[in-house]
């Protein structure tokens, strides 16, 4: 009887997932017997040293390259400067709700573990090579943000959300599990790269029929995902019903993990299929700019603008996933760290505003901000500015990268549609500032700042300033993290 052979697995290309997943699951643990039901913020910082831990455990590990788990894990530069973003947003997410949690009586300790995990599966979406891994990472992570989601418990709003966001999004997974279903009959293998080496062999069997069908299924559930129109409906009212820290981890953390899996599917497995992908893509990036930045239009309120802000936004991120080369990566990389910084530092300023049992998201709420807090108007102004592409902040940088990229890339066209997108978003970004600085100060509400909200928006607002005015380093690592055909 022959032995049975086990793949050799190198643990160390998986350290900061490791890290991050073990120091989750014990920290489960302490939280339950060793920290009272008075201090669980004890829990949160040390979630954020589990996080921070993790991103130094990756350092060594630049110049280190190669594939575990009979190459379904693969560790380059590439995916690990996601796994750095992604541990600060988990980090900046998590400081965020250190004060939110108990100012709204919600404060319980499996909250951090949980944005956690919700990283682990991020990290796991970009070192994914198999479509069977990219689909556990999707599920850790959207199992979390189920959870996470309903937080707020006994509002019914927050309920509502994730009873919606759990049967959409379990209505996607039908869709991916489907697709992978399909493709390995069509090809006969879920890995990324055989499915390359089978499409561009003439000798190989594949049904093109049943291939084509398997990745559009995959397409429809990494749009779901993504909130591409017209898979978006479900993002304003889950962002509204989510706790707000919980909203602005989702709007950058999903889309992050999201779109570098699809791009490795795009890149590594389906670059013979461009001619069915692109021409889809290129209709749903075009109708997702119009309709995310026409939605936001109409929006009185900040928490539902930003909403559909991610949505417009997201159309912007896939113009670089649609150019499908190394530096369509290097323009998503940039793309996604301004994107975060900048977004998550804007609903660092909502949570500042929002009172207990008080959710004050309407755009009057930020009437005379500038004469009762000078300092969180001017960072929202930035975080404003940037969001709309105004230099010289991070936002304008990435939507140039992106928007150059793409042009070369011979998509002119999307990015007409972009720049013209990106001038009707400056109304609605700018309504905010206006309110702001140009209108006298309505009712008694002060903002409550806190350590955790201060520093999480001299962060945000701080590096969205750097990386606009001083872009060349960020350029400069990101166009060192190479990403190659074959991945």
Do not use: C
């Not at 993990?257 to 069915?276: C, D, K, S, Y």
């Not at 005015?469 to 990403?483: H, M, Q, T």
């Amino acid at each position: 009887m022959d032995s049975i052979q086990i793949p050799p697995v190198d643990f160390r290309l998986i350290a900061p997932l490791l890290v991050v997943t073990g120091w989750a699951m014990v920290l489960l643990l302490v939280d339950v017997f060793a920290i009272p039901a008075n201090r669980k913020k004890l829990t949160g910082y040390l979630a954020i040293a589990g996080l921070v831990v993790a991103g130094l455990v990756a350092i060594p590990l630049w110049d280190v390259s190669g594939s575990t788990f009979s190459n379904m894990l693969v560790l380059d530069r590439y995916s690990l400067i996601l796994t750095w973003i992604f541990l600060i947003i988990g980090a900046l997410s998590i400081t965020m709700a250190l004060d939110y949690l108990p100012r709204h009586g919600i404060e319980q300790g499996e909250f951090y573990p949980l944005i956690m995990f919700a990283v682990a599966g991020m990290i796991v979406m970009a070192q994914g090579t198999d479509l069977i891994v990219l689909f556990l990472g999707v599920e850790l992570l959207s199992i979390t943000l189920y959870i996470l989601t309903g937080f707020a418990y006994p509002r019914l709003t927050s309920e509502e959300a994730a009873m919606k966001y759990l049967v959409l999004g379990a209505f996607a997974a039908g869709f991916f599990i489907y697709g992978i279903a399909l493709t390995y009959g069509a090809v006969g293998t879920t890995n990324l790269a055989l499915i390359a080496e089978r499409l561009a062999d003439p000798a190989a069997e594949t049904n093109q029929l049943l291939l084509l069908a398997g990745a559009s299924l995959i397409l429809i559930a990494f749009a779901f995902k993504v909130a591409l129109v017209p898979f978006h409906m479900w993002t304003p009212d889950v962002y509204e019903g989510s706790p707000t820290p919980v909203a602005a981890f989702m709007s950058v953390g999903t889309k992050g993990a999201a779109f570098a899996g699809l791009l490795r599917i795009l890149v590594t497995a389906l670059p013979a299929l461009q001619p069915f992908w692109l021409p889809v893509l290129g209709v749903l990036a075009a109708l997702t700019m119009l309709i995310g930045n026409l939605g936001a239009l109409s929006q009185t309120n900040v928490k539902r603008m930003l909403a559909y802000s991610s949505i417009g936004h997201a159309g912007y991120i896939l113009l670089s996933i649609m150019v499908a080369s190394e530096r369509g990566a290097q323009a998503f990389l940039f793309y996604m760290l301004a994107y975060a910084l900048t977004n998550l530092g804007a609903f660092a300023v909502v949570i500042a505003l929002e009172q207990r049992s008080n959710a004050t998201w309407s755009l009057d709420d930020f009437t005379g901000l500038y004469k009762r807090q000078p300092l969180l108007a001017l960072a929202m102004a930035v975080f404003m500015f940037s969001l709309a592409g105004v230099p010289p902040t991070a936002g304008f940088m990435a939507k140039f990268y992106v928007f150059t990229t793409a042009y070369e890339g011979g998509l002119g066209w999307l990015v007409l549609i972009g720049v013209l997108t990106s001038a009707l978003a400056v109304f609605f970004y700018l309504r905010v500032v206006i309110r702001m600085f140009m209108h006298e100060p309505q009712g008694d509400l002060e903002p409550a700042l806190n350590r955790g909200l201060s520093t999480d928006i001299a962060i945000a607002g701080g590096l969205t300033l750097l990386f606009g005015i001083v872009p060349a380093p960020i350029i400069f690592l990101v166009e060192r993290s190479l990403v190659a055909a074959g991945g």
